[in-house]
């Protein structure tokens, strides 16, 4: 589903395209894709786990929210389209949430902080990028990406 979605929109992010298609489908299967990322990157995670490693899981979490980061922000520059990176934002409160000492699931304040550290710095990526699909839009120089 993600290899059909991600072509998809790619195809989507290299033509030109009328505010409806913009919309619905270039800004519709960035949140779509979006959350196949997320759903692939847990799907990972339990693999993982299941594969015997079950040692150390504040360490793995931090890593695999950082490994997250890495692709959710770099498919924002490359490929200028910070919707589809928007998506992590909700990921990482959710984490958050449910991650916070003194709910009934109590869990890891550790993860918790480590979530919020990566939302202030995915927010300031998404400003960033944001700001560049701007830049090139404004100069008239946008060869492809979300506002194409």
Known sequence: ???TGLAILQYSMYSELN???IIFLRAGFSIYVGWLTAANILNVTYILISSGLKSNQVMWSKVI???AYV???AYAFFERNPFFS????W???TIRASQFVGTPKERSAEIA???TRLMYLHGCTLAAATGLCVYEMSNGTVTHGLFL
């Open 1 to 3: 589903m993600l290899v």
């Open 19 to 21: 505010l409806f298609e």
């Open 65 to 67: 929210l950082i490994v």
């Open 71 to 73: 692709v959710y922000a």
């Open 86 to 89: 928007l998506v992590f934002i």
């Open 91 to 93: 990921v990482l409160l």
């Open 113 to 115: 902080t480590h979530c």
